[in-house]
Antibody
Framework: EVQLVESGGVVVQPGGSLRLSCAASGFTFDDYTMHWVRQAPGKGLEWVSLISWDGGSTYYADSVKGRFTISRDNSKNSLYLQMNSLRTEDTALYYC???????????????WGRGTLVTVSS | EIVLTQSPGTLSLSPGERATLSCRASQSVSSSYLAWYQQKPGQAPRLLIYGASSRATGIPDRFSGSGSGTDFTLTISRLEPEDFAVYYCQQYGSSPRWTFGQGTKVEIK
């Protein structure tokens, strides 16, 4: 089955760190750029970060640049998001999403996971 | 960064009616790189339309997309009960800056 499953979301204090994971299955993971997208409670969607299929290119939203690091392990079909210096405004449901086109970067997303909830609160 | 503005914020309609959702961009969206997603409560977004007018795999033909430049439309020809959800537009393709509209909620009248 083609799917993405996120994990790692917890309650963390402001200034803390957290690592999210996304396990992919059912497709050739190392052919596709992957993304993290977040949704604050009751709000819309915000793109967070991407990593190219080979890990050679990464990009970040200005709101997380310098604090978050995206990575992947193609041998484990897994995507990660290391989140440091967390702020209350980082509270959100974090989705991983798959690029629709293989070996390309700037495309829409054709597969999403169900998300993992990160709550930043003292 | 391209800002997408969706209207209306909420659309109250009855099953069987036609829904017309608008997405306006702050600058021209190159090559009509505009997608639409549907999100139901507690679920991940689902791709409906890409390239402004191409339906994704498995999407019923009652969903259609149109537009170019800065003005785009998602039309649901006859609303089914399962179509009541929030719809987001997204621009892609021009730079590593993906942006979404704020969403339009289609609710049962």
């Amino acid at each position: 089955e083609v799917q993405l499953v996120e994990s790692g979301g917890v309650v963390v204090q402001p200034g803390g760190s957290l690592r999210l994971s996304c396990a992919a299955s059912g497709f050739t993971f190392d052919d596709y750029t992957m993304h993290w997208v977040r949704q604050a409670p009751g709000k819309g969607l915000e793109w967070v970060s991407l990593i190219s299929w080979d890990g050679g290119s990464t990009y970040y939203a200005d709101s997380v640049k310098g604090r978050f690091t995206i990575s992947r392990d193609n041998s484990k079909n897994s995507l990660y998001l290391q989140m440091n210096s967390l702020r209350t405004e980082d509270t959100a449901l974090y989705y991983c999403a798959k690029n629709a086109i293989a070996v390309a970067v700037y495309w829409y997303f054709d597969l999403w996971g169900r998300g993992t909830l990160v709550t930043v609160s003292s | 960064e391209i800002v997408l503005t969706q209207s209306p914020g909420t659309l109250s309609l009855s099953p069987g009616e036609r829904a017309t959702l608008s997405c306006r961009a702050s600058q021209s969206v190159s090559s009509s790189y505009l997608a639409w997603y549907q999100q139901k409560p507690g679920q991940a977004p689902r791709l409906l339309i890409y390239g402004a007018s191409s339906r994704a795999t498995g999407i019923p033909d009652r969903f259609s997309g149109s537009g170019s430049g800065t003005d785009f439309t998602l039309t649901i020809s006859r609303l089914e009960p399962e179509d009541f959800a929030v719809y987001y537009c997204q621009q892609y393709g021009s730079s590593p800056r993906w942006t979404f509209g704020q969403g339009t909620k289609v609710e049962i009248k």
